[in-house]
């Protein structure tokens, strides 16, 4: 099976999945999205497919997501903030031809194996 994962190596969460995916055999695409971060379009794509709402794939810990306003904004503002400071795209995203997932925890994986 192949898998796409938007990773960052510095978060045990993310480094956990992309360790599930590889020892359940998948053929794993490692996107660094802090250094490739997804289009809007793809973020927007992903979120529908793994059927959640942007806002609920926002990361606010760590960030200033919640000064700005965003954990009450729309989908369109959520969307925009990402696109623009790919730090607020909570991980790890991963997607197979099963479906998207926010893999936190890391075991949501096992959904869309």
């Known amino acids: 099976m192949k898998a796409t994962i938007w990773h960052n190596p ?4 993310s480094r956990n999945t992309l360790a599930l995916l590889r020892e359940r055999g998948a053929q794993v695409e490692v996107i ?5 971060p997804p289009s809007r379009a793809r973020l927007a794509q992903l979120y529908r497919d793994a059927g959640i709402s942007p806002r609920e794939g926002l990361r606010v810990r760590g960030t ?4 700005r306003g965003l954990t009450t904004a729309g989908d369109d503002a959520v969307l925009d903030a990402m696109a623009a400071d790919p730090r607020l795209i909570e991980r790890p995203l ?4 099963k ?4 893999c936190r925890p890391a075991e949501r994986v096992e959904e869309i194996l």
């Open 10 to 13: 510095g978060c045990g969460t």
């Open 64 to 67: 200033d997501a919640e000064e």
């Open 99 to 102: 479906g998207a997932r926010l």
């Open 94 to 97: 991963v997607e197979t031809e």
């Open 32 to 36: 660094e999205y802090l250094k490739h």
